[in-house]
């Protein structure tokens, strides 16, 4: 087996698992929601077939695309599946933040009903601080069926420290370095989503002091967790 068929071999099953993460964490319903990887060194990305069930989900069903959303054919061809709805703005991201390598995109309930709202949720937990490097923000409204969320998505994200963008009147899309990273995102930004609603209806949450939200977003990213190359007792 050649190197980029391994590749793709292991990625999709790697998507296919990681969609399981989503159902898990209550995350999304029905068929709804999809995750994808940027083939590595490759103009491809693995995502989620339409319309199929997440129990139905299997690692050959994941779809091939080049980064236009078009599938590929070939030794690694996706006979029968049509990718995700959301691909194009998937592959939109990846031609234009090369350094991402995987794309989520949930309709979970408390996210998206900040999206339903236009507002972006502030930061006033620390853990908001060491994730997303400040508040999650809000995208611009664009349509299915194009890249326009894609466009929306980069524009957004590109000015902030935030892994995960709320695209108004839609939900929640994170992004990661790999897949994982970014279901991590999507677990983390409905997490926050739920505390802060929560604390609001109890009174006016407390913003963290920008200088503060700076000196724990450089913590955790930089010093958080185990050394490179070392293994936790």
């Known amino acids: 087996m050649s190197v980029l068929l391994e ?9 296919c698992e990681l969609h399981a993460e989503l159902v898990r964490n209550e995350l999304v319903v029905w068929t709804a929601g999809n995750v994808s990887a940027r083939v590595p060194g490759e103009e491809l990305m693995v995502i989620k077939p339409s319309g199929v069930s997440y129990a139905d989900l299997i690692p050959e069903s994941m779809v091939v695309t080049d980064l236009y959303g078009i599938p590929v054919a070939g030794q690694w061809g996706n006979p029968g599946f049509s990718p995700s709805s959301d691909t194009a703005a998937h592959a939109y991201v990846y031609r234009h933040m090369p350094e991402v390598g995987g794309v989520v995109h949930t309709h979970s309930t408390y996210a998206t ?3 339903a709202r236009g507002e972006a949720i502030p930061c006033v937990l620390t853990m908001m601080a060491d994730e997303f490097g400040g508040e999650i923000p809000i995208g611009p409204f664009a349509l299915i069926g194009d890249d326009s969320i894609g466009q929306g998505i980069v524009e957004t ?3 902030s420290n935030s892994p995960a963008v709320l695209m108004k009147n839609h939900g929640p899309f994170t992004i990661g370095k790999d897949a994982r990273a970014a279901v991590k995102a999507a677990v983390m930004c409905e997490e926050v989503a739920r505390t802060v609603h929560v604390s609001r209806q109890l009174g006016q949450p407390l913003l963290i002091e920008a200088a503060q939200v700076a000196s724990l977003y ?3 990213q930089n010093v958080y967790g185990q050394p490179a190359g070392s293994a936790a007792e």
Do not use: G
């Open 7 to 15: 590749s793709i071999h292991r990625l999709r099953i790697e998507v």
């Open 218 to 220: 450089a913590r955790y």
């Open 157 to 159: 994200l590109r000015t």
């Open 113 to 115: 009903a900040w999206a």
